[in-house]
């Protein structure tokens, strides 16, 4: 804590624009004695109009929410045998969770460099990078754990 202010490191994995970003914009917004940093996987526009104001680190995918959308879709109508598809969707669901783990590196350079003293996880327990990034630095982490 620095200037009695904590530093926090706010990581938010979402697909796309939902509950879990409204939550975490409207969180950001009512807090006044923290330093907020906010690590995203959302598309810039959105980024911007939801954490204008706040230091946004942004982590670009490759297989984003619209084209994983399309490629579920395209999967689902045009592999008709059945267990090709299931393997196919299966594959589609194993990269998407890559790129979101391959991110850890940067989201541990980020919160490295900034000093965090506290690490939350927008998305719950499994946030990519969040318990990883914590231990690493010896930082504590919570969770925003909706619906359970």
């Known amino acids: ?15 796309g624009f939902g509950g879990a970003t409204k939550s975490l914009s409207l969180l950001l917004q009512g807090l006044r004695t923290i330093d907020p940093i906010v690590v995203t996987h959302q598309y810039h526009d959105i980024a911007q109009k939801s954490y204008n104001g706040f230091p946004i680190y942004r982590v670009p995918q490759l297989l984003h929410i619209r084209l994983y959308n ?30 979101k783990w391959a991110s850890i590196p940067y989201i541990l350079w980020i919160a490295r460099s900034n000093r965090v003293d506290l690490i939350h996880g927008n998305n719950g327990f499994l946030t990519p990078g969040g318990p990883f990034v914590s231990r690493s630095l010896a930082v504590p982490y919570v969770v925003n754990s909706r619906g359970f």
Not at 1 to 15: E, F, Q, W
């Open 1 to 15: 804590m620095r200037n009695g202010r904590l530093k926090v490191l706010y990581i938010d994995a979402s697909r």
């Open 70 to 99: 399309r490629l579920h879709q395209w999967i689902r109508s045009k592999i008709p045998f059945l267990p090709v598809r299931r393997i196919a969707l299966k594959t589609l669901n194993i990269l998407d969770r890559l790129q």
